[in-house]
């Protein structure tokens, strides 16, 4: 498995920028997929952004298109959401999650093996 710490969230401003990060260790780091996940209060958890071991091109939720950019630095195991151009409907604990890579990514939270404890990001309108 793969342990997960998550970093960057805080209180913003609508139209503000947070940069979260996800500090990730164990044996398959480098061969897992990975995936950034939000649950906001009485709703499920949904993925916003996903990025194969292999690089190439990310998933993002419609809703965040344009405003998040996922990337990873393989040789620090370290991934990353900019979120740009926040919005209150953004408010949410944002969780980083892994699982060993296949062939497409996924972005069903019950496909990912290994959860950080998640970070809260607040936006105020």
């Known amino acids: 498995q793969v342990q997960l710490v998550e970093s960057g969230g805080g209180l913003v401003q609508a139209g503000g920028s947070l940069r979260l990060s996800c500090a990730a260790s164990g044996p398959t780091v480098s061969s897992s997929d990975m995936g950034w996940f939000r649950q906001a209060p009485g709703k499920e958890r949904e993925c916003v952004a996903a990025?194969?071991?292999?690089?190439?091109?990310?998933y993002y939720a419609d809703s965040v298109k344009g405003r998040f950019t996922i990337s990873r630095d393989n040789a620090r195991n370290r991934v990353f959401l900019q979120m740009n151009k926040l919005k209150p409907e953004d408010t949410a604990v944002y969780y980083c999650?892994?699982?060993?890579?296949?062939?497409?990514?996924?972005?069903?939270?019950?496909?990912?093996?290994?959860w950080g404890q998640g970070t809260q990001v607040t936006v105020s309108s």
């Open positions: 999650a892994a699982r060993l890579a296949t062939r497409v990514i996924a972005t069903t939270s019950g496909l990912y093996e290994s």
């Open positions: 990025i194969s071991w292999r690089g190439g091109s990310p």
